[in-house]
């Protein structure tokens, strides 16, 4: 796992959590009709960090595996799940050409963007499973260092979950916030699994 993996356990060893104890803005105000439109409770966090989203989820009920490639931040996520009594398959990921085995009601991207592995979290949905993907857009504000395949262009969210069978229910970018972003929720049409 090397470099990317050391960059973000230096990140992670604050005792204090990197993004906070907050979950995401986006993943509160949508909870309720999450639970109301996935078809089930099983869940992903992809790079998860320090569990944030990871123990939302938890605490509605999800059934939630977190992915991430650093042990710091997994094992302060971890202890955090501990100390609530919460049950969290926390795992330790190298996303880089990683494959989702099986099938999420709802998977989760947040703060991280590998392309490539899109349509392999479409295709890893149930029928009728949604995805929220909410990650860092380049612009004049964007935080440094970031490289730039790490950051979505200006309207390539829309683009690149177009060609997926099912349906944006919201899709908003933020390009002048002090970290802006894009944001996406899509459910993939009841009744179909998507194909790998």
């Not at 909870?31 to 990871?54: F, H, Q, T």
């Amino acid at each position: 796992m090397g470099e990317e993996q050391e960059r973000w356990d230096q990140r992670y060893l604050s005792d204090e959590c990197l993004l906070g104890e907050r979950p995401s803005r986006l993943l509160a105000e949508w909870i309720d009709e999450l639970k109301r439109l996935c078809p089930g409770r099983r869940a992903l966090d992809i790079a998860c960090g320090e569990g944030r989203n990871s123990i939302f989820l938890a605490r509605h009920g999800f059934a939630v595996t977190g992915l991430d490639i650093s042990p710091v931040g997994l094992d302060k996520a971890r202890r955090w799940a501990g100390r609530e009594r919460l049950s969290i398959d926390f795992r330790l990921t190298d996303l880089e050409g990683y494959r989702i085995t099986g099938t999420y009601d709802l998977i989760i991207n947040f703060n991280f963007l590998l392309r490539d592995l899109i349509p392999h979290e479409v295709a890893s949905l149930a029928p009728g499973g949604m995805l929220i993907f909410d990650t860092i857009l380049q612009s004049p504000t964007a935080p440094v260092p970031h490289k730039k395949e790490y950051l979505l262009q200006p309207g390539e969210l829309a683009r690149l979950f177009a060609p997926f069978p099912g349906t944006v229910l919201y899709h908003a970018e933020f390009p002048d916030d002090a970290t802006p972003t894009a944001k996406l929720i899509f459910r993939n049409t009841p009744g179909v699994q998507a194909d790998g």
